[in-house]
């Protein structure tokens, strides 16, 4: 019953998630009008706004215009709700799940922003940074130093890589690694080679596909730092522990 209800607040947050994602980087209002329709401007009924399967029985469109609702909404509702339920499963169903779900919704929220408008807004970073070190503080005391040293290091980390190479980094990407340290502590390794790997992966099939012309296109680094963030919340300690136990 526990995963079932985490489960129905995820959907609920991924809902209020796609709100943040496309209004925050246009600097509108997230309560302000109520959500409407992009094409014809026709306010949503509630009923027409339930997570996932209000779009599913209005096959993905309008009930007013017919114009079409992006796929896009209902994954990240599902997405969330699926991150949500994994975290439980990974770390717990205990208080610090108020540490570690906002942190799942960062993640979310600041990968579908970063590929929209290739940004990671300040106005979640900041936020999500204070709560990472008060909720740190109230939930898992004995870890506030390792944190503050791991989101130190994963900041400076990619404050190199940007200098190396700017074209490839924004500061976006440096600030949330050191963000996703404050949250992962010593997890934040296993979490930053994923993004780097899952980077890279990605990098070469799309060269592989599109040739030379594939090299003058940016990709967003922000969703794969989430992806990474969510490896180190879920298997971070195990693989620290496997490290330490193979290699030290």
Not at 125 to 154: E, H, K, M, Q, Y
Not at 155 to 178: H, Q, W
Request: proline share 7%; charged share 15%; hydrophobic share 55%.
């Amino acid at each position: 019953m526990d995963l079932v209800l985490i489960g129905l607040l995820g959907l609920l947050i991924g809902s209020f998630l796609n709100v943040v994602i496309y209004r925050l980087p246009r600097g509108e209002s997230l309560n302000r009008p109520p959500s409407r329709c992009p094409s014809c401007g026709t306010p949503v009924k509630p009923y027409d706004n339930v997570p996932v399967l209000s779009w599913l029985i209005l096959r993905g469109r309008c009930r007013s215009c017919g114009a079409r609702i992006s796929v896009r909404y209902p994954l990240v509702e599902a997405l969330t709700a699926a991150a949500f339920v994994g975290a439980a499963l990974a770390r717990g169903v205990d208080d610090d799940l108020a540490l570690w779900l906002p942190f799942v919704a960062m993640l979310i929220a600041v990968a579908g922003i970063d590929l929209d408008h290739r940004i990671i807004p300040n106005k979640i970073l900041l936020p999500a940074a204070i709560w990472g070190i008060v909720g740190t503080i109230l939930f898992r005391p004995d870890n506030i130093d390792d944190s503050l040293i791991a989101g130190g290091i994963a900041f400076g980390a990619l404050f190199l890589a940007a200098l190396a190479y700017p074209a490839g980094m924004g500061m976006g990407d440096v600030k949330l690694a050191g963000v996703m340290g404050i949250y992962l502590g010593s997890s934040v390794a296993p979490a930053m080679l994923s993004a780097f790997l899952a980077g890279s992966i990605v990098g070469i099939a799309i060269i592989a596909r599109e040739g030379a012309d594939a090299r003058k296109k940016g990709v967003p680094f922000g969703p794969f730092l989430a992806f990474g963030g969510l490896v180190g919340l879920y298997w971070g300690p195990e693989l620290v522990d496997a490290y330490v136990d193979g290699f030290l």
